[in-house]
């Protein structure tokens, strides 16, 4: 079992609907859980973290983590095709700070 | 911002050469990753270092070694360059402490023909 996964992609939706992509982990003592964004040829960048159970929102992103079921969850409202990336979940343990990645879900707004 | 600049976006390199690629972050921040990404695999930690000379092994260590004689500066070697090392390599840097979000360089696009 891979130690993050993510639901396999490539992912397509309408201009305005919501995106919701998924993401587990294997390992319980994950304490800090990460979304990054990777437009085609560009590096990664934060656009959320959550480290406890619920929802946290920020703008039209929110994320929910639940610990019990090793799951977290990014759902992008009113979707944009500025949105169109490939999404990475990101899961750290320790206190390095140290990241696992998931194999990220490619996502498709189409007007 | 936070700045973490890789020496090179695009490095082409012989098999079996000695590949030396560069990593400098101007935040000062402890924790130092090099990662790389490959279709379908996502992003696999190859080593990190949490402070000055310490390093860590990553999950895919084997045909790398990494230098950080420097807080700012990350080096990451490639002893014997071979062409299943063909990737993106990218670079990361970050504070200290569970939670804190990795800031990463623009990436190196390494070919070894």
């Known amino acids: 079992q891979k130690e993050v996964e993510q639901n396999s992609g490539p992912l397509s939706v309408p201009e305005g609907a919501i995106a919701s992509l998924n993401c587990t982990y294997s390992d319980r003592g994950s304490q800090s859980f990460f979304w990054y964004r990777q437009y085609s040829g560009k590096s990664p960048e934060l656009i959320m973290f959550i480290y406890s159970n619920g929802d946290k929102e920020d703008g039209r992103f929110t994320a929910q983590l639940n610990k019990a079921s090793q799951y977290v969850s990014l759902l992008i409202r009113d979707s944009q095709p500025s949105d169109s990336a490939t999404y990475l979940c990101a899961v750290s343990r320790t206190s390095y700070g140290k990241l696992t990645f998931g194999q990220g879900t490619i996502l498709t707004v189409h007007p | 911002d936070v700045k973490v600049t890789q020496s090179s976006r695009y490095l082409v390199k012989r098999t079996g050469e000695k590949v030396f690629l560069e990593c400098v972050q101007d935040?000062?921040?402890?924790?130092m990753f090099w990662y790389r990404q490959d279709p379908g695999l996502g992003l696999r930690l190859i080593y990190f270092?949490?402070?000055?000379?310490?390093?860590e092994k990553g999950d895919i260590p084997e045909g790398y070694s990494v230098s950080r004689e420097k807080k700012e500066r990350f080096s990451l070697i490639l002893e014997s360059a071979s062409t299943n090392q063909t990737s993106m390599y990218l670079c990361?840097?970050?504070?200290?402490?569970?939670?804190?979000?990795?800031?990463f360089g623009q990436g190196t696009r390494l070919t070894v023909v």
């Open positions: 935040m000062d921040h402890e924790n």
């Open positions: 990361a840097s970050g504070r200290a402490g569970v939670g804190t979000e990795a800031f």
């Open positions: 270092s949490y402070d000055v000379k310490m390093k």
